[in-house]
């Protein structure tokens, strides 16, 4: 076979699929040839070796999508193209002098498609055809001249090129002969030529045998019988007054309005003198619609509308014809002239036409441009285009063409549609108009930001929560209209306790439903503060911010932690007490604390265990162990007390420590030498109470604090954020406001620990707090919570006593 290199045009070409080039196409396209009709299996190409494809059977050649995989096939194992169906290249490029039939291989690891083309030869399997298997001629004696011509009917062959008809014989015989024209576009018109006079008398009929022969090898011939007719003489054709006329006619005239009386004369008599008359063969069935002839009596009439813009000028073939045997025809010609009517309204041509306008638009702006025209002609087809004077808008012109531009300042909000009527009218006589109505929608710009729905969000959710559940939902609307009101929320970087708010939080950018990211933990985070933006689609785009503050309630998920003494589950404390004591005396002190908040992290211990129960008592609130009486001799050297202290949480959570206490006569000594280190601070139940009138009197100051801050600001910042103050403290502030500060005694024990109620920084700022707009509960956070590992590691460090945290407002504890 034929491999060609150069790539030939092919109508079917636009059956390739060129979205398969993104798989890795091989540019290069190369051509087989083949003929046609052959049997399938026939080898074409080794389409592998040509294309250079290695590997043959892991790339797992196979035909790509198109007609070429229903006429070949492709060997995956070693590549070669065959015939898969035979090809009849007249049913796929007809008579075509190319016929290219494009394929696609596909080659797998890596994917790559290979484009070919097969080139499909024709051979002589079609053998010339004549339309009709005979023709009559008929010729009247003594009428035709010598070389007198008769147009044959040329024969068709499907087969190209050399297999197309190359040649026209014609049986031999003394009264004719062939002549065979050639065209430009190759093509062979047969004609017979008459070389000797007819005589009907002598033969009447002559029977001849046209043959067309194309170029095969062998080649293929088709034939046409021809039958001639010679007739008797009439020798005298119809003639006509005049072999012109010319008509003048007003468009719009009735209909069967005699237009011409025709009259056409014979000199044979009998048959041979009888006339009818036809429209010319050549005549158009747009004349036959408009115009009627009477076979018999040559009168023509209107039959159809007479219009100007239809037609102008109609010219008229008329033959008149005996009936005689040879007939003889005679011809005229009669040209109409119409005659334009103002009949026709102007049209209003839309060229283009802005559907919307912005609001904005400057003056002068084009809207929209137009075109008239009138089928009429002279000053009928004159047309001016009218405008109603009270509306922003003006027509300029050139010749048939118009431009609408605004001819004043456009305002949506006061008007946002135009509803134009145009009016078309023509300089005819009467004078014709046409109306048309346009409306043009005045389009809003994107100048209003998103506003939020309320000056403040917040919400609360308890600690633990499940990942993914709803916390608050914040919702904006934007006053413009269209695609400027579709709004999108999104939550700004920022950070929280060191990681992205991202990380605790997510929003549906549609909704604005606020969910949690993962499960809060009260004891690192309580208060979360979202930067949220919601921005609409407009261009340019703008937008909004507000904050939402997420507080987070505690729930008693952390047992008391104890500090002091030091333990662990595998030690058991081991303490020094002076055997002789007296009632009352501070043997030790427990302390602990509760990594929870409120009354969660109130405390109380209690002895659940001790070798002796009337010997030692432990105070509830403060874990002082004294002795209940005065110790004798005979008590027990070695006394075990086991503590247990537990928070005020629903379910309540404990903790336990074993002390072992060795009652020895030189504890005494060693606590001599520091007086003040279990001295009682006097009537603990006067303490407690003046800690807790201190708590409140504090907590009713900050709460009236707060609430005239958060009037203050509501009111100077009565949109925008709407509820902070203009300094806003960054969300890692509040940890370093409240942490607790420890004051100790010069010998390293714990004299009091200080919470604050405020920030120690003079900055101006005020705390940010909000109601929650999902939950019913109105709980105010009036400060963080204390970080109690950071507080159980400074007091590790420093190994003192100090009484336990029971309440989160109490403000100083001091022992």
């Known amino acids: 076979m034929d491999i ?46 040509d294309m250079g494809i290695k590997e043959i059977s892991k790339r797992r050649l196979k035909m790509g999508s198109g007609i070429s995989r229903q006429y070949f096939a492709v060997n995956g194992e070693n590549g070669d193209l065959t015939v898969n169906e035979k090809i009849d290249r007249e049913s796929l490029c007809g008579s075509s002098s190319s016929c290219l039939l494009p394929i696609e291989v596909i080659a797998e690891n890596p ?94 009929e002559h029977h001849l045998t046209l043959t067309a022969i194309d170029g095969g090898d062998p080649p293929k011939s088709g034939t046409l019988q021809i039958h001639v007719i010679v007739l008797d003489l009439n020798d005298n054709a119809p003639t006509f007054d005049k072999g012109y006329f010319k008509i003048t006619l007003q468009e719009n005239i009735p209909l069967n309005t005699v237009i011409l009386q025709l009259n ?111 089928k009429d002609s002279g000053t009928n087809g004159i047309v001016k285009l009218e405008l109603s004077s009270d509306l922003p808008f003006k027509f300029k012109s050139l010749d048939e063409h118009y431009s609408l531009v605004t001819d004043g300042v456009l305002d949506r909000e006061k008007i946002s549609q135009y509803v134009i009527e145009i009016i078309a009218r023509d300089m005819g006589s009467p004078p014709l108009h046409t109306q048309q109505i346009i409306i043009f929608n005045i389009s809003d710009i994107n100048d209003n930001h998103p506003v939020f729905s309320q000056a403040a969000f917040s919400a609360s959710v308890t600690e633990n929560n499940e990942p993914g559940q709803l916390l608050v939902q914040v919702s904006a609307f934007d006053p413009d209209e269209g695609g400027n009101t579709t709004l999108t929320y999104s939550i700004l970087d920022s950070q929280v306790a060191g990681s992205p708010i991202s990380s605790y939080v997510y929003i549906n950018s549609k909704s604005g439903n606020i969910y949690a990211q993962r499960s809060f933990d009260f004891e690192q985070v309580q208060v979360l503060e979202i930067p949220v933006r919601v921005e609409d689609s407009g261009l340019p785009k703008l937008f909004s911010e507000t904050t939402v503050l997420i507080f987070i309630l505690d729930v008693n998920d952390n047992a008391p932690t104890i500090l002091y003494p030091a333990h662990s589950k595998e030690y058991i404390v081991q303490q020094k007490s002076p055997k002789f004591s007296s009632g009352g005396y501070l043997v030790t002190k427990v302390t602990a604390v509760d990594s929870d ?49 537990s928070d005020n949480g ?21 606590n001599a030498k520091s007086p003040e280190l279990f001295k009682s601070s006097g ?46 403290p960054d969300s890692r502030s509040y940890t370093q ?67 336990p945290v029971n309440d989160p407002g109490q403000v100083r504890l001091q022992r």
């Open 683 to 728: 009537n603990n139940s006067e303490l407690t109470m003046y800690l807790i009138i201190s708590l409140v009197a504090i907590s009713s100051v900050s709460f009236i604090t707060f609430i005239i801050l958060l009037v203050k600001c509501l009111r100077k910042d009565n949109g925008n954020r709407g509820w902070c103050c203009e300094n806003e």
């Open 264 to 374: 056409a004369t014979d000199k044979d008599e009998g048959i041979n003198g009888e006339i009818e008359y036809l429209f010319d063969e050549h005549t158009p069935d747009s004349i036959k619609k408009v115009f009627n002839l009477n076979q018999n009596t040559g009168v023509i009439s209107t039959k159809g509308p007479i219009d100007f813009e239809e037609s102008s000028v109609y010219e008229i073939s008329i033959r008149a014809k005996d009936k005689g045997v040879s007939e003889l025809e005679g011809h005229c010609v009669i040209q109409v002239e119409v005659q334009d009517a103002n009949d026709n309204p102007p049209e209003i041509i839309v060229t283009s036409l802005m559907k919307e306008i912005p609001e904005d638009t400057a003056v002068g702006t084009v809207v929209g441009l137009f075109s008239v025209k009138d």
């Open 737 to 803: 406001k409240y942490q607790p500060t420890l004051h100790l005694n010069t010998d390293g024990t714990l004299k009091y620990m200080e919470v604050r109620m405020a920030p120690t920084e003079t900055q101006g700022q005020c705390y940010q707090s909000c109601f929650s707009t999902i939950s019913d509960k109105n709980d105010f956070n009036f400060m963080r919570p204390l970080n109690f590992p950071q507080l159980k590691s400074m007091v590790s460090e420093t190994e003192v006593l100090f009484p």
């Open 650 to 670: 629903e379910p309540s959570l404990s903790a336990t420590v074993t002390i072992i206490l060795t009652l020895d006569d030189t504890a005494v000594h060693d």
């Open 111 to 204: 994917l790559e498609l290979h484009r070919l083309g097969i080139n499909i030869l024709d051979i002589n399997d079609n053998p010339p055809i004549f339309s009709m298997a005979e023709r009559t001629i008929r010729i009247t004696e003594l009428l035709a001249s010598l070389g007198t011509r008769f147009p044959l009917e040329s024969a068709h062959d499907m087969d190209v090129g050399t297999n197309n008809i190359k040649q026209y014989r014609l049986d031999p015989n003394p009264y004719f002969t062939l002549s065979v024209k050639n065209r430009k576009d190759g093509m062979l018109i047969p004609e017979l030529v008459l070389e000797k006079i007819l005589d009907r008398e002598e033969i009447q």
């Open 4 to 49: 060609q290199n150069s790539p030939k045009p092919w109508k079917w070409q636009v059956m390739f699929s060129f979205f398969l080039c993104s798989w890795g196409c091989v540019s290069g396209q190369r051509q087989y040839s083949i003929v046609e009709e052959s049997e399938p299996g026939t080898f074409v190409g080794n389409v592998a070796q």
């Open 597 to 645: 908040s409120g009354h969660n992290a109130w405390l109380s211990y209690r002895i659940i265990e001790a070798s002796d129960p009337s010997l030692f008592h432990i105070t509830a609130h403060t874990g002082e162990i004294r002795t209940l009486r005065n110790l004798e001799e005979t008590e027990s050297s070695e006394q075990s007390l086991v503590i247990s202290v």
